[in-house]
């Protein structure tokens, strides 16, 4: 079998890295199948029975917001382009803040299952619901897209495959693996699953970590000046001139992509608030106490997981080289395990990517229950059968809606083969915080909020964010956008995030206004209020 670097593209052993790939599928399906014996009810299904401590979901909440894009995308960005790479970093870690301070104990104390169920507590039930659950289902769609193209190229280069068949058959390997571990487990499943991968992929992060700056006795100035050398001696002239320890790599050439960058950044930041199965994993916690502890804990993982990544991705860049990076399966995506073939030879890259592909695993079934309980709790449950659904019925619906999202996700998925997932986050990030923080943020601090302010943001930020992606650099117009044989990218910015997110803030405001002959239950509205700052009466059902 091949065990040596060959132009990037044949690595590692092919039989060794399916035998612990079938070992960690194994062990986590067993995991699932332990937790489905106690999932009995909805509430089981779609939070877990609010029963994890705060310690244990701030784990799960680090294994479900630390992506593929995090392990592969963001070390590959920084090892291809340095400093702008490490803005996905700096970004994901700095949202956290806004979701502790701003969302996290208040979304605890309002909701009961869904993101939903806040947006629509004062405000009219059916179209408040119908609005914040196609938000949700496309923003989990995005994530899902990203996850999906990330298992492709991962396991294209383990099992040296270059064609898109091959990779496309992967895609829906790991579409079909999602689908069984959330039919099984439900939430409760998908929690544990979560929490193992956190614990081995920021165990496995920080040994590459050490690994690296042990190569360099420690001296992470010198790390920094071979990978600047490494890059200088590229090949490619695209890449020889690049300085990757000063920003401009990627986002400085011209004022437009320096927007861009500023446009990334706001997506960034603001995007984790809004994100459907981050915010869902409040309720898997039996208080707001519990809730603020876990988002404490999560912090502290995931901070320390984007410093592992700077280190990472350097690494990358002197040790195994841009240029080898590009020409592998998944490209950028490719520059962790090629990292750790490098460290540790093929069984240290077999572990590795075995790692990241329960990392994938694990954040797809959270997604998938989370649009999945989005569409039976706030659709089909409220909007179509008008609050008179029974438990039994809403979770047969979640389990059905599943399977649609698993196969939209394998299709979506191929489609978006060959992109850095990062950067396809990043857009989701964008979609969730124009379509859903502004709303969010309405609803629980100002008062004067209608139900005709919140249908304006959430169907002005998610249709505007969409058609601005639709007509971007990265659909079309370019050799690196999805389809780059078209050419209708009318709007210049590859993330929409500067334009959609203020956009969807003033669509809030306008739509407040234009409504504000349609007061609200002002009942309502106190009760919301107290129940937020206090937790009273969060025990009771959220739908009237």
């Not at 939070?47 to 590959?76: C, H, K, M, R």
């Not at 700095?94 to 208040?106: F, I, K, N, P, S």
């Not at 954040?363 to 609050?387: E, M, N, P, Q």
Request: charged share 10%.
């Amino acid at each position: 079998m091949i065990t040596t670097l060959a132009a990037g593209t044949d690595v590692g052993n092919p039989i060794l890295n399916i035998a612990i790939f079938v070992a960690f599928v194994v062990i986590t399906m067993t995991i699932v199948i332990r937790a489905s014996r106690t999932t009995k009810k909805a509430s089981d299904f779609y939070t877990g029975g609010g029963q994890f401590s705060g310690p244990q979901n701030g784990f799960a909440i680090a294994g479900d917001y630390l992506s593929a894009a995090s392990f592969l995308g963001i070390a590959g960005a920084i090892a291809v382009y340095g400093y702008d790479g490490f803005l996905y970093s700096v970004g994901f870690l700095v949202a956290w803040l806004v979701a502790l301070l701003l969302v996290a104990e208040l979304l605890r104390n309002t909701g009961r299952f869904t993101m939903a169920d806040v947006l629509s507590f004062r405000l009219k039930q059916r179209p408040v619901r119908m609005a914040a659950a196609l938000s949700t289902l496309v923003v989990s769609l995005f994530y899902l897209l990203a996850q999906m193209a990330g298992a492709g190229g991962l396991v294209a280069l383990l099992l040296n495959i270059d064609g898109k068949v091959g990779q496309g058959v992967v895609v829906a390997v790991v579409g079909v693996l999602m689908i069984v571990y959330v039919l099984v487990g439900g939430m409760k499943g998908t929690t544990y699953v979560q929490m193992v991968k956190a614990v081995l992929l920021v165990a496995g992060a920080g040994i590459m970590f050490f690994l690296v700056l042990f190569a360099v006795r420690g001296n992470f100035s010198q790390l920094l000046a071979d990978a600047q050398a490494t890059v200088a001696g590229s090949t490619n002239e695209a890449i020889a001139g690049r300085d990757i320890l000063a920003p401009g790599a990627k986002y400085g050439i011209s004022s437009m992509s320096k927007l861009d960058f500023i446009s990334l950044g706001i997506a960034l930041v603001l995007g984790t608030a809004g994100l459907p199965h981050v915010l869902m994993r409040f309720y898997t916690v039996p208080t707001a106490k519990e809730a603020r502890r876990s988002v404490t804990w999560a912090i502290g993982l995931i901070g320390a997981f984007y410093l592992f990544t700077l280190v990472l991705g350097y690494g990358a860049a002197k040790m195994v080289g841009p240029d080898v990076i590009l020409a592998a399966p998944g490209k950028e995506n490719a520059a962790a395990p090629l990292l750790a073939f490098e460290l540790g030879g093929t069984i240290f890259l077999a572990i590795i990517s075995a790692v990241a592909f329960a990392t994938i695993l694990a954040v797809v079934a959270g997604l998938a229950i989370t649009a999945s309980a989005s569409f039976a709790h706030d659709i089909y449950a409220s909007v179509i059968k008008r609050g008179h659904a029974s438990e039994e019925s809403q979770v047969r619906v979640s389990r059905i809606t599943v399977v649609v999202i698993g196969l939209v996700s394998i299709v979506l998925g191929i489609m978006a083969m060959g992109q850095n997932i990062a950067f396809l986050v990043a857009l989701a990030f964008a979609v969730a915080a124009s379509a859903n923080l502004p709303t969010l943020l309405y609803s629980l601090f100002w008062k004067k909020f209608n139900t005709t302010g919140a249908l304006f943001s959430i169907y002005g930020g998610l249709v505007s964010c969409l058609l601005l992606i639709a007509f971007s650099p990265a659909v079309s117009g370019k050799p690196s956008s999805m389809f780059p044989n078209a050419d209708f990218d009318y709007f210049p910015l590859a993330n929409p995030g500067i334009v959609s997110i203020p956009l969807a803030f003033v669509l809030g405001v306008v739509g407040t206004y234009i409504g504000r002959g349609k007061t609200e239950d002002p009942a309502k509205q106190a009760e919301m209020e107290v129940r937020s700052l206090t937790g009273v009466g969060v025990e009771k059902a959220v739908s009237h």
